[in-house]
């Protein structure tokens, strides 16, 4: 089985860019996904393909990958982003979950 | 309107059996992969099992394997986890997603709680 390792927590002033690594050996052959997910809500996909970006998920959401790591940043955070990241995998026999960010705004 | 509708949840005693439901609506429902993944209270997201569309390709979670099965009923564009030998550990809301196999895992329903506990 594989691993991804996330910061537990990030926080940043509102305006201000938050960045939310992800790093684990599988990520240099297979593509990350992104879920944000508010308190009592289902997750939402707001990067897949590393890079890619679904309709209706604001510009200010974007995806790098960097072999190993790869980085959800999040350009002029605003309040309303306040909530946990996951960052998904797969391989051709497992899926695996970071084990989520908690992101402060304030 | 594109969704996805899990029920089946409840309280069930450990050793006890439960069969989850995913009802679609809106997409084309044999063109997309499908999955189960959980959440037990106040933790992170857990992936349990992945069918791919057509049904080829089947993977399950170690956590799980040899316990739950995942299937698809087409005609009644349908998820199920039928969840057997069940663990205290198994409490958490499970939900069902939409993709993988190659596509973005874009859909998710609202999640049905199961409580493990006698």
């Known amino acids: 089985s594989h691993e991804l390792t996330q910061p537990s927590s990030v926080s940043v002033s509102p305006g201000q860019t938050a960045t939310i690594t992800c790093s684990g050996d599988v990520l240099g052959k297979k593509s990350v996904r992104w879920f944000q997910q508010k308190p009592g809500q289902a997750p939402v996909l707001v990067i897949y393909?590393?890079?890619e970006r679904p309709s209706g998920i604001p510009e200010r959401f974007s995806g790098s990958n960097s072999g190993t790591t790869v980085t959800l940043t999040i350009s002029g955070a605003q309040v309303e982003d306040e909530a946990d990241y996951y960052c998904?995998?797969?391989?051709?026999?497992?899926?695996?979950f970071g084990g989520g960010t908690k992101l402060t705004v304030l | 309107e594109v969704q996805l509708v899990e029920s089946g949840g409840g309280l069930v005693k450990p050793g006890g059996s439960v069969r989850l439901s995913c009802a679609a609506s809106g997409f084309t429902f044999n063109s997309y992969g499908m999955n189960w993944v959980r959440q037990a209270p106040g933790r992170g997201l857990e992936w349990v099992s992945s069918?791919?569309?057509?049904?080829?390709?089947?993977h399950y979670a170690d956590s799980v394997k040899g316990r739950f099965a995942i299937s698809r009923d087409s005609a009644k564009n349908s998820l199920h986890l039928q969840m057997n030998s069940l663990r205290t550990e198994d409490t958490a809301v499970y939900y069902c997603?939409?993709?993988?196999?190659?596509?973005?895992?874009?859909?998710w329903g609202q999640g049905t709680l199961v409580t493990v506990s006698s």
């Open positions: 393909r590393d890079t």
């Open positions: 069918l791919s569309s057509g049904d080829v390709y089947i």
């Open positions: 998904y995998s797969a391989t051709d026999n497992n899926r695996v």
């Open positions: 997603m939409r993709g993988g196999y190659g596509d973005p895992e874009d859909l």
